[in-house]
């Protein structure tokens, strides 16, 4: 027997919809590329993607079609993230630190027909192009007084002037919410990306997770500013939280170093945030050269790699922001866990509740976790069987975007993570299965000794990877980066891990480095430094710190 409810779509369209009913003079503050500030409300964000909607119709944009965006976090790319889906249509999201050629193999790959970009990609989008014939208009995100006065581009088009052509009339059409919503690619470490297609169904559940009290938490009376890319996993879905729960928006362009993030959130009274740990280090540091403390900033959500615990001490003790450490991937739309610490963990001391802060968390309603061994077979939940992590839920991938191999094994999603669960269900990372450290048959975890290394308070960024060694197969090689005005040698650094982690796991050497490779979604390019050093412990005069069989 059915129930008899209404089966009522879930479509983003609503979620403008409810926010201009609602909301409608809640402010979106928004830092165009060229600098200026810019600020308007929900009524406004729903008046204009009805425009937008209208004008990428008269483009030929029709239900199913793929609009690509390369944009900051701004308004104009918030309005297309609404009239494009809204339309039925997908709104594909590219990486604009992704290399010209890898670009031109994901926007033909989607089949995009139309791009909107800001004028920061105007070069990249020129190099591009002529990759791209199947392309039949371009839209630069911008008025008229910033058009270029040429363009390799032919038929350029302005996105204001666009706008101005049309009314805001406009009705968003119904379809099941298992359309296609927005697409997003991999960031393709290893072969080419792959593209995880999000349906409005999928995104809306995906919003109210996010919304939940121990996740965003958010509330009418939240300002939030999305430091995590538009362009990447919709900027953690918080494009759609925001004005489904009626927060202020906060939306820093292209400006993203501590100095200016800090500006912005005492300007506007943010009271939360999303990022990656890089972006949270920068802010860390300018925060502390300057003595200064946020005045409304009160809890961020943190992810992507791991956050040092020592970070998330800093900025508890220090700054009073709360660190609510999540774990996710492209493929899980991103949330999967999160990791506040249980009524039971109140009485645990301040540094026993970081240690629980820094592990990866529990899984929020929705998904389900396990860990497998190599035939598949569920380990136990006691904190110590490390296995390849597993992922199942409604807003887990289960295809690839035209994929050749099936994304699934038995129903669930292999994330490539290595991880243990323990009785409370917290998720911890002990590595990434190609990132692992091989030695003399046993692994060791690059992220556990990155972690210890992070905590010298010399030491901004530490990166472990596995080296061919002669006799161990591989040997972990630390890659680190000082603080500014801070000493230490690798003697010292040793020393300090050795009171941290077994013998035979301190690195066989320490390389100090001006700065780490960064990826195109803020993540340090460990293979980019396993190329570079391959062969560093290959010498006739190597040694190990591994006296004995690990
Ligand atoms: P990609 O584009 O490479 O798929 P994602 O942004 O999807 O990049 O990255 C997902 C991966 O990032 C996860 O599989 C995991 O290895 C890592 N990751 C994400 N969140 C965390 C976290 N909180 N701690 C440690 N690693 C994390």
């Known amino acids: ?46 008046r204009r993607a009805r425009q937008l909607a209208n004008a990428l119709a008269a483009l030929g944009m029709a239900s199913g079609s793929r609009v690509a965006t390369l944009a900051w976090n701004n308004h104009r790319h918030l309005e297309a993230y609404f ?53 039949r208009a371009f839209v630069l995100m911008t008025d008229e007084a910033h058009m270029p006065a040429q363009s390799k581009l032919q038929g350029l088009l302005c996105y204001e002037t666009l706008l101005a052509t049309q009314g805001d009339a406009f009705t968003w059409p119904e379809f099941d919410e298992r359309t296609a919503s927005s697409l997003c690619f991999t960031s393709g470490t290893t072969g080419n990306p792959k593209g995880v297609l999000y349906s409005h169904r999928s995104t809306m559940l995906h919003s109210f997770a996010l919304t939940m009290p121990d996740t965003l938490s958010l509330s009418v009376r939240d300002c939030v500013l999305p430091v995590v890319p538009m362009f990447h996993v919709n900027a953690w ?64 959500v943190v992810g992507g790699s791991a956050m040092p615990q020592s970070l998330i001490r800093d900025f508890a003790e220090k700054f009073d922001v709360e660190v609510r450490h999540c774990w996710g991937m492209t493929e899980t739309s991103p949330l999967g866990t999160q990791g506040v610490p249980l009524a039971k963990h109140a009485a ?34 006691d904190g110590k069987s490390a296995g390849e992590l597993m992922v199942r839920g409604p807003w887990i991938v289960s295809e690839y975007f035209k994929g050749e191999k099936p994304a699934l094994r038995d129903g669930w999603f292999p994330t490539g993570d290595i991880a243990t669960i323990d009785a409370d269900g917290t998720m911890q990372i002990t590595d990434r299965v190609k990132d692992v450290i091989k030695s003399g048959g046993e692994w060791i975890s690059s992220i556990d000794l990155e972690n210890a290394a992070i905590a010298h308070p010399a030491l901004a960024m530490a990166a472990v990877i596995g080296v061919k060694h002669p006799k161990w197969d591989e040997r972990p090689v630390l890659c680190a980066v000082k603080k500014p005005g801070h000493e230490i040698d690798e003697a010292a650094l040793l020393e300090f891990l050795g009171g941290k982690v077994a013998k035979w796991w301190l690195p066989d050497q320490v390389i100090f480095v001006d700065s780490l490779p960064m990826g195109a979604t803020g993540k340090i390019q460990k293979m980019d430094l396993r190329q570079k050093y391959a062969d560093i412990l290959c010498g006739d005069a190597v040694t190990s710190n591994v006296s004995t069989s690990p």
């Not at 979106?28 to 200026?36: A, L, P, Q, W």
């Not at 089949?111 to 990249?124: A, K």
């Not at 645990?348 to 077979?377: H, P, T």
Request: charged fraction near 20%; charge should be negative; hydrophobic fraction near 40%.
């Open 348 to 381: 645990l001391d301040a540094e026993q509740q970081y240690a629980l802060r820094s592990k990866q968390g529990r899984a929020v309603f929705g998904v389900q976790l396990k860990v497998v061994d190599i035939d598949g077979n569920a380990l136990p939940r």
């Open 83 to 135: 009239a494009v889906s809204g339309s039925g249509a997908v709104l594909h999201t590219c990486n604009p630190r992704l290399h010209a050629e890898q670009l031109a193999y994901i926007l033909n790959h989607a089949e995009d027909d139309i791009v909107l970009f800001d004028s920061t990609f105007l070069p990249l989008v020129e190099a591009v192009a002529p990759m791209c014939p199947g392309i």
């Open 237 to 300: 879905g918080i494009p759609y939280a925001a004005p489904m729960n009626g927060c202020k928006l906060v939306l820093p362009g292209p400006r993203l170093d501590g100095a200016s993030l800090f500006e912005l959130m005492e300007a506007e009274g943010v009271t939360c945030s999303a990022g990656v740990p890089t972006i949270w280090l920068g802010l860390a540091q300018f925060m502390e050269s300057q003595g200064l403390k946020p005045s409304t900033m009160r809890r961020s």
């Open 1 to 46: 027997m059915f129930g008899l409810m209404m089966d009522r779509p879930l479509l983003l369209s609503s979620l403008l919809e409810h926010a201009e009913q609602q909301y409608s003079d809640v402010e979106i503050v928004s830092r165009e590329t060229h600098g200026d500030l810019f600020r308007y409300t929900y009524r406004d964000l729903a």
